[in-house]
């Protein structure tokens, strides 16, 4: 059984492996994302990963290769990334020298797919993935909706503290300024967001304060999207999601409150967990890959 190359870019880490048909990952590992050294290095971190996964494995090669990346994307370009600061990288940069056909897109559209061909299946969902940033992928009736220009989903950067703390993408109070993985970790100085949800365990008032926080900034955001599009589900991912219960129970009674005499949507956790990303660069894989 064949496999394509597959890579999810996100702000800390990158996942990369290789994917069959059917999504099952043959091979899989973790390298860093080098964001502090900016926006060519980025690049070139990728462009090596690309390289080595690409590699004949027992005489097999890899038959495309699929990138999933944050921002603003098209299949030929990589336009925008607040958080990488890159602009208008074209497809064939990230792959390098490899000789393989290559698929770009979304990581997190990519992961909503992945969600859908692998996961639970509803037909109106909004698929959440809560790691170093926040976006969203929308799915109305079966469908990926990616809007006019590409934007849509980037419920990340819906004001929920007008004038609040600033955002990576150049304003201020949005949701991902409150409620990202990034975001609890820096508003309570500490790594990450699991040591936030130890600290909070462990009965941390700061830490109650700061989670606090972070949950009626995302229920509010919910509400207006809710109201709007009606969702049957919200599926968190992303590395928060593993707080598990932790977010998911106080987020379902604070949604509830902000909707009033509507029902809230269902609010579970990802069934694909930490991989629905790369399983979607993987499905952006076979589509480049050549028929056979």
């Not at 020298?97 to 969600?115: I, M, Q, T």
């Not at 109106?124 to 469908?143: F, K, N, R």
């Not at 934007?151 to 109070?173: E, L, T, Y």
């Amino acid at each position: 059984m064949g496999y394509v190359a597959a890579i999810d870019v996100g702000g800390t880490t990158m996942k990369g492996g290789l994917v069959a048909r059917d999504g099952t990952i043959r091979h899989a590992e973790r390298r860093p994302t080098p964001r502090a050294e900016g926006p060519a290095q980025v690049v070139a971190a990728i462009s090596a990963f690309v390289a080595d996964l690409a590699r004949a494995r027992d005489g097999v090669r890899p038959q495309a290769v699929g990138l999933a990346v944050p921002g603003l994307v098209t299949p030929t370009h990589a336009v925008f990334s607040a958080a990488f600061g890159w602009r208008d990288v074209p497809a064939e940069a990230f792959a390098g020298d490899v000789d393989l056909p290559v698929a770009l897109g979304h990581d997190v559209r990519s992961a909503g797919e992945a969600e859908l061909a692998y996961g639970g299946g509803e037909d109106d969902v909004l698929y959440l993935p809560i790691g170093t940033g926040i976006a969203g992928a929308v799915v109305l009736s079966g469908t990926l909706h990616g809007g006019a220009g590409g934007w849509a989903g980037q419920i990340g950067h819906i004001p929920v503290r007008p004038g609040g703390a600033a955002c990576g993408c150049g304003q201020r109070g949005c949701l991902a300024a409150y409620a990202s993985g990034g975001a609890v970790a820096a508003r309570f100085g500490a790594p990450g967001a699991e040591e936030v949800v130890r600290a909070l365990l462990d009965g941390n008032p700061r830490a109650a304060a700061v989670w606090d926080d972070a949950v009626d900034a995302l229920a509010l955001a919910l509400a207006t999207y809710t109201r709007v599009l009606d969702p049957a589900a919200v599926v968190i991912g992303g590395g928060v999601a593993q707080a598990g219960e932790t977010l998911l129970a106080p987020l379902r009674t604070r949604l509830s409150a902000r909707l009033g005499e509507r029902p809230a949507p269902q609010i579970r956790a990802s069934s694909l967990g930490a991989v629905a990303g790369l399983m979607g660069a993987g499905l952006l894989g076979w589509r480049a890959a050549p028929a056979t």
